[in-house]
């Protein structure tokens, strides 16, 4: 009998439960507008750790951009 394996990740987005198929913030980001600055757990990523940022299950990630205004 084949193993089946679960290929959806479930993490929280922006404060919000969301279900990915893909482990690698890379992927996610295409998602959001530029420019945009990134927190995985309380912590900020440079955008040159993007690449090789790994999502696990029950991560907190946040995304948030600029806003202008005084």
Do not use: C
């Not at 394996?5 to 913030?25: M, Q, R, V």
């Not at 990134?38 to 993007?50: C, K």
């Amino acid at each position: 009998m084949a193993e089946v394996t679960d290929t959806t990740l479930n993490i929280w987005l922006n404060g919000k439960a969301e279900t990915l198929t893909s482990g690698e913030l890379i992927d996610l980001l295409p998602r959001f507008k530029s420019p945009f600055a990134v927190a995985l757990n309380g912590h900020f990523i440079a955008a040159v750790q993007y690449p090789g940022t790994q999502l696990k299950a029950g991560d907190q990630l946040d995304i948030v951009s600029p806003i202008a205004g005084g």
